[in-house]
Structures are given as structure tokens and as C-alpha cells.
């Protein structure tokens, strides 16, 4: 076969009929058309294989964190399980520390006698309305106590170490002279909580 290829015969080269083109164009078309060929695969099939290739690679790196995480967790499982376990206890010492519904009159007693106790003397000792929450009750207790301010101080921290959990709240003190008594006055609301369970 003769490979020579003179310009001049592109002139006479039948685009209808392949099979007469000399061998040199045959080749060149042949390699066009190959190029041609893998180059709509890249650019139709290849290029989204690429883009699904970029986007795995992310997810891996995103699942070797989330892999990383819980690899943590589960070597420091028995540590969670130890934590998980005294949380558990502490819950139950604190809801032991709620009264239930029959002893809340006996707590309302001991801080009336906390009071008395440290020399106050009580003007006002009000019980509200219960308020309920998730797993308890709130029931807060207006007091108006007249006394000195150390008085006040004792009263305060007995209050705090009764076994059973009393706040409180929204204090206020004045003078008891304007009243003709010698003295303070302090105003606070005690709240006592009831645990819910046993409804």
C-alpha cells in the first residue's frame, strides 16, 4: 500500500465513498474519529463519574469523622455506662429529697418551727397553690417573719439543711419600726417541691 499522499488529491477524495480514500486519510480519520469518540465519553460519562467520584470521597471523610466519634464512644463505653449509672443514683437521691403528698404538711411544720426556733416570729405563713411541672410539684409558701438579720442568717441556712429541698425566693427586708415594732421585717417565698410519680 502506498502511504505517499499528495496534496492534490484532496481535491478528488468522494466523502460518499470511504472505501477509495487512500490508506493515509483512512488512518488520520480513523484516529479523529477514535478521539472523538472518547472524547464525548469523558465529556458525557466520564465528567458525571468524576463529579459522583468527588462527592464519595467527601461523604468518606465525612463518615471517617462520624466513624472516628463513635469509635470514641464505644472504647469509652464502660466510662459512659459508670457515668450514666451515678447519674441515675444522684437523680434518685434528689427525688428521695421531694416530699411525697403526705409528708409535705410535716415539711411545712418543720420550717414554720425552723423559724421559731431562731427567734423569728412569724406575722404571715401562707401555703399557695400547687403548680405542676414534669415529675413535680411546686408549692410556695409566703412568709413574713419580724426578727434581727442574723436571725434572718440562722433561719436561711437551717432552712438549707432540712433533709428535704426548700428554696427561697424574692426576699425583701425592712425596717419593722414603721410598724412600732424594734427590728426587720423580711418578706421571701419558700417553695417546696412534691414528686408526681406516685400519681
Known amino acids: 500500500m502506498n502511504l505517499n499522499f499528495d496534496l492534490s ?69 464502660d466510662d459512659y455506662k459508670a457515668q450514666m449509672d451515678e447519674m441515675k443514683k444522684s437523680f434518685g437521691t434528689m427525688l428521695r429529697q421531694l416530699p411525697g403528698e403526705t409528708e409535705v404538711e410535716a415539711l411545712l411544720v418543720d420550717v414554720s418551727q425552723t423559724g421559731l426556733a431562731n427567734g423569728l416570729e412569724f406575722e404571715l405563713f401562707k401555703p399557695g397553690n400547687e403548680t405542676p411541672a414534669e ?13 434581727n438579720y442574723h436571725d434572718f442568717g440562722r433561719f436561711v441556712s437551717d432552712v438549707a439543711a432540712l433533709p428535704r429541698i426548700v428554696t427561697l425566693h424574692d426576699f425583701s427586708i425592712k425596717s419593722a419600726k414603721a410598724k412600732g415594732q424594734g427590728g ?16
Open 9 to 77: 488529491d484532496l481535491n478528488n477524495i468522494d466523502f460518499n465513498d470511504v472505501a477509495k480514500w487512500p490508506l493515509f486519510l483512512k488512518v488520520i480519520a480513523i484516529i479523529l474519529l477514535c478521539a472523538a469518540v472518547v472524547g464525548a465519553g469523558l465529556w458525557f460519562d466520564t465528567r458525571n463519574q468524576l463529579d459522583v467520584l468527588e462527592k464519595a470521597g467527601k461523604k468518606e471523610q465525612d463518615l471517617k469523622s462520624v466513624f472516628a466519634k463513635k469509635q470514641n464512644k464505644a472504647a469509652n463505653l
Open 184 to 199: 426587720l421585717i423580711m418578706e421571701a417565698t419558700a417553695k417546696t417541691y412534691r414528686y408526681l410519680d406516685e400519681e
Open 135 to 147: 415529675f413535680y410539684a411546686e408549692l410556695p409558701i409566703q412568709i413574713k417573719v419580724v426578727g
